[in-house]
């Protein structure tokens, strides 16, 4: 099972092991390139990135290593808000300003070319993987990039989402669990119907899909892999597990949040960007709790000095801890330390 993963050939990569694309400064080029080098694959989270960083990443990555690795990037969503509705959450998110030293409002300035952008770059760096989030592009894009000799992944939440990322071209398809850390990618119905246990949703998905099923969500280890490959997953997607590794760029308050939480310490909250995602409960979460966030990506370009500043003054209570229902699990050392001893792990579960 271990050794016959479809996923090897299609990635061409040696383990049955993707390091999540997680946006925000954490997938630095250094832990992309050890992740491949290691045999897994790595993975840019380019999401928020602007075309010429996002280059400059990925030329950093080939510097790095020779091997496969995957870029991440959002599927675009173009939220409206009213003058009324964008003051109403300033005012919210004026206290927190206060205490940081924060001067200006913000406005909510969101790139609608950015998509495009993005994928002019993965189709002019000839990047070999580009898994989305958030949704599915339209046919022309996917037929565009399968044309450039792109491998495409795309994410679910649930069986039909799965069935739609197979029926728009998709090659392979992440099932990402509700323990998962960060985002939930959930496109069609709300996160609250689509908040499937992974132990649920992967052999649900692996019955009803033919393209490679990746398990997400709540996986730090061997147990984890081969757990879900029982399940019929071809492999495994781990995030909070890389967030930790000493390549990882997570602030160094983020790593010591999920290196010393507990499993009952995490919870769902769009606070942050406007989308439900899964981190470690702080103030900015308590006190946000009731009130109704803009939607993604405007409440995400509202909070995104407070979250900022919060790092630069070692204020973790207002920063987004992003962290899966596994932080237990989680240790401080290299990514390739961690992929062997995944690999080591699961080949003695399978002996």
């Avoid at 997680?22 to 602007?50: K, Q």
């Avoid at 003051?87 to 070319?113: A, M, Y």
């Avoid at 781990?238 to 499993?263: M, N, R």
Wanted: hydrophobic residues 40%; charged residues 20%.
């Amino acid at each position: 099972m271990w050794n016959h993963s479809r996923l090897l050939e299609l990635l061409k990569i040696n383990h049955p092991i993707i390091q999540a694309g997680m946006a925000g400064g954490v997938t630095t080029p250094e832990l992309v390139a050890a992740v491949s080098n290691a045999g897994g694959l790595g993975t840019l989270g380019a999401g928020y990135m602007a075309p010429e960083d996002m280059r400059k990443s990925i030329q950093k990555i080939k510097s790095l290593t020779r091997k496969s690795f995957g870029v991440n990037v959002f599927v675009p969503e173009r939220p409206s808000a009213t003058e009324t509705e964008i003051s109403r959450v300033n005012e919210l998110l004026k206290p927190f300003r206060n205490e940081l030293g924060i001067e200006n409002e913000t406005q909510p300035e969101v790139d609608e070319s950015l998509f495009d952008k993005q994928l002019k770059v993965l189709k002019e760096e000839k990047v070999p993987v580009c898994s989305f989030t958030f949704g599915i592009p339209e046919k022309a894009i996917i037929h565009d990039l399968k044309n450039e000799g792109v491998v495409l992944i795309g994410t679910a939440t649930t069986v039909e989402e799965a069935i739609l990322n197979e029926q728009h071209g998709m090659d392979a398809v992440v099932a990402q669990g509700s323990e998962a850390g960060g985002h939930r990618g959930t496109f069609t119905d709300s996160y609250r119907q689509s908040m499937i246990g992974t132990m649920s949703l992967i052999p649900q998905v692996a019955d009803h899909v033919s393209i490679p099923v990746i398990a997400a969500g709540g996986i730090m280890d061997g147990r984890g892999v081969c757990a879900s490959m029982v399940l019929g997953a071809d492999g495994a997607q781990l995030g909070t597990a890389f967030v930790t590794c000493k390549e990882s760029g997570a602030k160094p308050q983020h790593k010591e949040a999920i290196l010393h939480t507990k499993e009952t310490e995490t919870v769902m909250t769009a606070s942050f960007s406007g989308k439900p995602a899964r981190g470690i409960r702080n103030a900015f979460i308590e006190r946000m709790e009731g009130h109704e966030p803009l939607d993604y990506p405007l409440q995400n370009a509202l909070t995104k000095g407070i979250r900022k500043e919060a790092a630069l003054q070692n204020r973790p209570e207002y920063m987004s801890l992003w962290s899966g229902q596994s932080p237990r699990l989680s240790r401080s050392e290299s990514a390739a330390y961690m992929i062997q001893s995944i690999v080591s792990q699961a080949k003695r579960i399978n002996s």
